[in-house]
């Protein structure tokens, strides 16, 4: 791959700043791991220094920006983050295009509902009786679709995806590879010296536009649904209770664990190692930092700290404090031993 600076400026709607317009490059990458031959980007004041420093030999630029490094090609965008990733998109890695059939080793059982020119099921799959595909499915090389389920047009499951009897899955859905949907959920009871298994009986919904990464896991109730909603983004690794209730356009990242019955408001961003409670409520548009402990309902559109959970400025202030401590006890020391001196005196 070798693109010259006037053929990406052109693409973008750019213009070369700086730097020979005839040299090309073979690669991207960002400022900070980016060699010869790559283009990088630049759109944050904060990475001055990473722009002053970069190997790359082309960097996309904001317009206006004047502080442009002697040893690198400029080119300047009104969105760099935006431009870079449409050159990206155009020249970069390919995602595989979606092409119809039905792989010779897939085993698709009688009563399945789809259209095989519309359809496309990889090696080794497996699509039990009774289950429904929209148009523009592509079902991954050994997945698993259990009976009844029903998948909506456009939807994608990686390679080696699960999705068990009776779940539905909306529009556009992709699940990423490893996810399972639809695994029993953990409910067990205490009695007469045992963990007595209860039956979940219930199923999982995803609306349309959800993407799930690789590894995640959904339970299906114990009755009626866990119900993931409409554009919500879920990282790899995340953990999804039975019956949890998860509003529209979320974002959770990774390694996550929510538990059964808790319920999440609309627009909220629950950010990495987030463990919540069972039967809370998240209200809509809050934001939780990094390793929360939910134990409580929260309010909506606040920001959380913490474990347990506090608003955000709160804990910060306690934490504050806390780093304190040791100059406190300190000073404290320091103190006691006057008192004691003048005591002897």
Not at 13 to 39: H, M, N, R, W, Y
Not at 43 to 72: C, F, I, M
Not at 219 to 234: L, P
Request: net charge negative.
């Amino acid at each position: 791959m070798k693109i010259s600076l006037t053929d990406l400026a052109a693409l973008v709607g750019g213009t070369v700043l700086c730097g020979d317009p005839a040299g090309q490059i073979t690669g991207f990458a960002s400022l900070k791991e980016a060699i010869a031959g790559d283009l990088s980007f630049f759109h944050d004041s904060r990475y001055n220094e990473r722009l002053v420093n970069t190997k790359a030999s082309a960097v996309l630029v904001p317009l206006g920006w004047t502080e442009l490094p002697q040893h690198v090609a400029c080119i300047s965008v009104a969105d760099p983050s935006r431009s870079f990733e449409q050159i990206v998109e155009t020249y970069g890695f390919q995602p595989e295009p979606f092409t119809p059939g039905v792989h010779a080793s897939a085993v698709v059982s009688d009563g399945v509902r789809y259209n095989p020119g519309h359809v496309a099921i990889g090696a080794n799959a497996v699509v039990e009786a009774g289950a429904e595909l929209g148009d523009d499915v592509d079902i991954g090389p050994g997945c698993f679709v259990g009976r009844n389920v029903i998948i909506g047009k456009g939807a994608k499951l990686h390679a080696n995806c699960t999705v068990h009897a009776e779940c539905l899955l909306g529009d556009r859905v992709s699940l990423h590879s490893g996810v399972v949907v639809g695994a029993d959920g953990f409910g067990y009871e205490f009695s007469q010296g045992r963990h007595r298994k209860v039956r979940q009986a219930g199923i999982v919904q995803i609306d349309n536009d959800v993407e799930i990464g690789a590894g995640s896991t959904v339970d299906r109730a114990r009755f009626g649904r866990t119900w993931i909603g409409q554009g919500t983004k879920i990282d790899n690794l995340v953990q999804i209770g039975h019956n949890v209730v998860i509003g529209r356009h979320c974002i959770i990242v990774a390694c996550t664990a929510i538990a059964g019955s808790a319920v999440i408001g609309d627009y909220v961003v629950i950010a990495a190692q987030v463990g919540i409670a069972g039967h809370v409520h998240v209200g809509s548009q809050s934001t939780l930092a990094a390793r929360c402990g939910v134990t409580r309902d929260l309010p909506a559109g606040g920001k959380y700290l913490g474990f347990p959970a506090n608003p955000a400025g709160e804990e910060k202030r306690r934490m504050a404090g806390i780093n304190r401590l040791p100059q406190l006890l300190a000073r404290v020391k320091e103190l006691e031993a006057q008192i004691a001196a003048q005591k002897e005196d």
